[in-house]
């Protein structure tokens, strides 16, 4: 099955400064790479995606980069605020078998002021 | 819309003990899932369905069943509790389309002891 590795695990950034997390899937078959932010005792929310016919999508601050031949995908956040400190997924899935979404093991960023 | 509604939001289980986790949608999405989260790591996958009556396993099943008579409804039932399974719960679902992103319940937080 999937599997999609996320790094770092923890990611800390000065107030203003770009934040990047980077995923790596290993199904070559996969086509939708959504990401979620979780906050503490909450609900995982899903903040952007991207499909594989796209290589780069942007939302206000946020971005998400794709490489296909890689397998890999990245998730840029620019002029960080302290609400954006929060818990964030990378996921994966393929269509057909349910289009299951595999996780990665979250990334866990501070932004200190 | 009310979303996807999980009830209980807490629980403690003596070992042995068996209870139902409750998931209602109310968007007509076909697809549901059950996902657990134990703490400082990803979500992995328990049960899913693609409609009512289809249910199949995903990556943890072991100790869990689930059920789908109606769209709306997907519940997870754990017969013997033990305390490997104390976590948080998540309930999500989606529509049939492949590439568009889960919402997700409040999440049920089981403690076994």
């Given at each position: 099955g999937e599997?999609?590795?996320?790094?770092?695990?923890?990611?800390?950034?000065q107030e203003g400064d770009s934040a990047v997390i980077k995923c790596t899937y290993s199904d070559s078959a996969s086509n939708y790479f959504p990401w979620y932010k979780q906050e503490l005792g909450k609900r995982p929310q899903l903040i952007i995606d991207i499909r594989s016919n796209v290589g780069e999508k942007k939302d206000q601050r946020i971005a998400v980069t794709l490489n296909k031949t890689a397998k890999h995908f990245s998730l840029h956040i620019t002029e960080t605020q302290p609400e954006?400190?929060?818990?964030?997924?990378?996921?994966a899935s393929k269509t057909g078998g349910g289009n299951k979404l595999t996780f990665g093991t979250g990334t866990q960023l501070k932004v200190e002021l | 819309n009310a979303g996807v509604t999980?009830?209980?939001?807490f629980r403690i289980l003596k070992i042995g003990q068996s209870m139902t986790l409750q998931c209602t949608q109310d968007m007509n999405h076909n697809y549901m899932y059950w996902y657990r989260q134990d703490p400082g790591m990803g979500l992995k996958l328990i049960y899913y369905s693609v409609g009512a009556?289809?249910?199949?396993?995903?990556?943890v099943p072991?100790?869990?069943?689930v059920?789908?008579?109606t769209t709306e409804d997907f519940p997870l039932r754990l017969e013997l509790a033990a305390p490997s399974q104390t976590s948080v719960y998540f309930c999500a679902s989606r529509i049939s389309q492949a590439d568009y992103g889960y919402t997700f319940g409040s999440g049920t937080r089981l403690t076994v002891v």
């Open positions: 599997n999609v590795e996320q790094h770092p695990s923890t990611l800390s950034v954006d400190s929060a818990v964030y997924f990378c996921a | 999980q009830t209980p939001k009556g289809i249910t199949d396993k995903g990556e072991n100790g869990y069943n059920s789908r008579s």
